[in-house]
């Protein structure tokens, strides 16, 4: 089992930053990649970014490419989404997950998941 732990979250102003962490423990030497997702009220979840666990690769959803940068710290076991030039419409719950398969955009590749950081972006 992986065990995933997000944080972060919060409220900022339309154009703000926030930084999201997500902390893994557990087998984690059987992750090939980590991923953010995302859902809003009323909506599916969707991919917003993920990396591989060597961290070599990324990729993100076109909407925040050049706004929001994956990373990952090997020592720390951590990934994390650093988030500038919000919208309103980034306003969602954010899921780190984790792949034993790869690290592309579909969530049903991801077996773990966390429980979630709230992101609210005020206009």
């Known amino acids: 089992q992986v065990q995933l732990v997000e944080s972060g979250g919060g409220l900022v102003q339309d154009g703000g930053s926030l930084r999201l962490s997500c902390a893994a423990s557990?087998?984690?030497?059987?992750?090939?990649?980590l991923g953010w997702f995302r859902q809003a009220p009323g909506k599916e979840r969707e991919f917003v970014a993920a990396?591989?666990?060597?961290?070599?690769?990324?990729w993100y959803r076109e909407a925040v490419k050049g706004r929001f940068t994956i990373s990952r710290d090997n020592a720390e076991n951590a990934v994390y989404l650093q988030m500038n030039s919000l919208k309103p419409e980034d306003t969602a719950v954010y899921y780190c997950?984790?792949?034993?398969?790869?690290?592309?955009?579909?969530?049903?590749?991801?077996?773990?998941w966390g429980q979630g950081t709230q992101v609210t972006v005020s206009s």
């Open positions: 997950a984790a792949s034993e398969v790869g690290a592309r955009p579909w969530p049903q590749e991801y077996k773990y």
């Open positions: 990396i591989t666990w060597s961290g070599d690769a990324t």
């Open positions: 557990g087998r984690t030497f059987s992750i090939y990649g």
